[in-house]
């Protein structure tokens, strides 16, 4: 199998505004990053993958640009920029920064121009259309925004102030792949590609039979042909690391957008978790990793991840945040680790940082809530409802400020945070994860360090056990003469577990658990709840 250093790569990403706020403005900034990178460094992280800062009104919390050539002021300068890329460089890591040219800012001067007249030179740098069609978008209930100035409609995939470019315009693709070389003539390391498979439009935008299934947005024809035009123009004159957030795809789907061949990504980021499972559903998670190890290994390169900017934080959403935080934090730690496919951390969730509950829809700042509880609201349903059923799921559970210690605002700002610290923080911080060397903290260090002495946690093939388990999950990583055997109880329950001679522990060196002593029990695995065992077979 091909090697690169991309593969071998644990990424962390920075959700900056809620990372460090070093001006008291109550947004963290890139000085605040800057300052925090020992941090990121001693976790040993490779990459970090820092979201937008580029120019934007914000009311996407920066995937609404307006200028793709300067710096959001709350983030910075482009003077603060460029000393941060150095800072990274110098510590051996790479940063990667996200592209967002599905759409921009309806403040962006293209869309200025192109709403102002239908002969505009820039008319066709969107998508206008005399008569909307009947389907929804990620965060309105149509796609489609009447504009007075021209009397027609503009498609937007996102919010209305987040207009859809037209990639059919070779303008504007060469519009776009001029501002990433712009970016990687500074020395960044490669891109996290936003919503990348929604660039192509269906023709003629047919009306769908199930609006609200979105599907329709994305992965049409011509965007392969997009793709490997970007990989042909820019992407293959660097040596950089390309992963794209690609919704509504299969294995297959997915081959072709990350295939070693196919001249397009590197990875992908598939949501066949994120966007469906609501809960822990273990049957349901096997069978997605079986499926994705099958249609990718040896051909195209997955991610491992639960959780983001955009999807609650994976003890609130699929462990257990109270009782068994720490056990589950660290039994998921292991899971996303040892899978084959690259790991990525988002920040706070290497000291087991939960989601949040704030107690009115006023406090939550996501537009994708706000417009939701809208819309279910004009509806005629109870708001109370709407907002109990909205809380579980609701970006805002990721987006809390990092709490680095017990000072007031988890010494994140001297000033008023944008979104409101969760009130845990007193328990759960950075200091005291540094303060206790059985922390998750140095858990991950710990499992990011096994991966830079074990290739077999990376290029290691992959063989389920047990795979009907409800609670067991199992499997043998295996390179060159290497066998490696990973148990997980991913449950609150003691599990006991009769196996083969062929998966018998006795005697086998424990690389790692996240449980001090073993369990007394007569039966070979025994596992408490949240479990997590490596052992060295051979
Ligand atoms: O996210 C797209 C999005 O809506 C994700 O929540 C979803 O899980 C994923 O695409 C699969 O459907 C990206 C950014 O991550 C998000 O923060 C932005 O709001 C959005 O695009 C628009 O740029």
Redesign the pocket.
């Known amino acids: 199998m091909k090697k690169n250093w991309w593969k071998e790569s644990v990424v962390y990403q920075v959700y900056w505004r809620s990372f460090y706020d070093t001006d008291g403005d109550g947004y963290g900034d890139l000085e605040g990053v800057i300052q925090k990178l020992d941090y990121i460094q001693e976790l040993g992280a490779d990459v970090i993958w820092l979201n937008p800062c580029f120019e934007s009104p914000d009311v996407?919390?920066g995937?609404?640009i307006s200028d793709y050539r300067s710096i959001m002021s709350k983030a910075g300068t482009m003077e603060t920029f460029d000393r941060f890329l150095q800072e990274v460089h110098n510590r051996g890591m790479k940063l990667i920064m996200d592209l967002?040219v599905?759409?921009t800012s309806d403040q962006h001067p293209w869309f200025k121009e192109s709403r102002s007249s239908k002969d505009n030179p820039k008319r066709d740098y969107y998508v206008w259309r005399r008569e909307p069609n009947n389907w929804r978008s990620?965060f309105t209930p149509s796609v489609w925004e009447f504009d007075d100035q021209t009397e027609e409609y503009y498609f937007h995939s996102?919010a209305v102030e987040?207009p859809d470019l037209n990639w059919e315009n070779p303008m504007v693709r060469q519009e776009v792949y001029s501002f990433m070389r712009f970016w990687l003539d500074k020395g960044i390391d490669g891109f996290r590609m936003?919503?990348i498979n929604l660039l192509a439009k269906q023709a003629g935008f047919p009306d769908a039979e199930n609006p609200e299934d979105i599907s329709y947005l994305g992965n049409n024809p011509g965007i392969h042909e997009y793709l490997q035009e970007m990989h042909r123009e820019v992407l293959q004159h660097y040596d950089i690391f390309t992963v794209g957030?690609i919704?509504?795809v299969t294995p297959e789907d997915g081959l072709l957008y990350v295939g070693e061949n196919r001249r397009e990504l590197h990875t992908l980021f598939h949501?066949e978790v994120?966007?469906y499972m609501i809960h822990w559903d273990m049957q349901r998670y096997k069978e997605i990793q079986r499926r994705w190890y099958k249609g990718l290994w040896e051909k195209g390169w997955n991610s491992q991840f639960l959780n983001?900017?955009?999807?609650t934080r994976l003890v609130t959403r699929f462990g257990n945040d109270s009782i068994f935080r720490v056990e589950s934090a660290k039994c998921f730690a292991v899971l996303l680790h040892l899978l084959p496919g690259m790991p990525y951390i988002y920040q706070g969730e290497e000291i087991g940082m939960t989601g949040v509950r704030y107690k009115s829809i006023q406090e939550y700042q996501d537009i994708?809530m706000k417009n939701k509880y809208k819309e279910e609201v004009e509806k005629g349903r109870d708001p109370g409802e709407v907002f109990k059923s909205l809380v579980h799921l609701s970006?805002d559970n990721s987006r809390t400020p990092v709490q680095w210690d017990e000072s007031p605002n988890a010494g994140f700002t001297k000033g008023t945070p944008w979104i409101k610290v969760n009130p845990n923080y007193k328990e759960i911080n950075v200091a005291q994860s540094l303060a206790d060397p059985d922390s998750i903290f140095y858990f991950y260090k710990k499992l990011i360090q096994l991966r830079k002495e074990n290739k077999i946690m990376v290029y290691g093939d992959y063989q389920e056990v047990l795979e009907d388990h409800q609670q067991i999950y199992s499997f043998i990583r295996e390179l060159d003469h290497q066998r490696w055997l990973v148990v997980l109880n991913i449950s609150e329950l003691l599990v006991q577990v009769n196996v083969p001679e062929s998966l018998s522990i006795a005697g086998k060196e424990m690389l790692l658990t996240n449980y001090k002593n073993e369990v007394d029990s007569n039966v070979e695995w025994a596992l408490r709840p949240y479990e997590a065992r490596i052992y060295r077979l051979l």
Do not use: K, L, S, T
């Open positions: 996407d919390n995937y609404d967002v599905n759409h990620y996102f987040q936003d919503v957030e919704p509504f949501f994120c966007d983001n900017h955009d999807h994708a970006r």
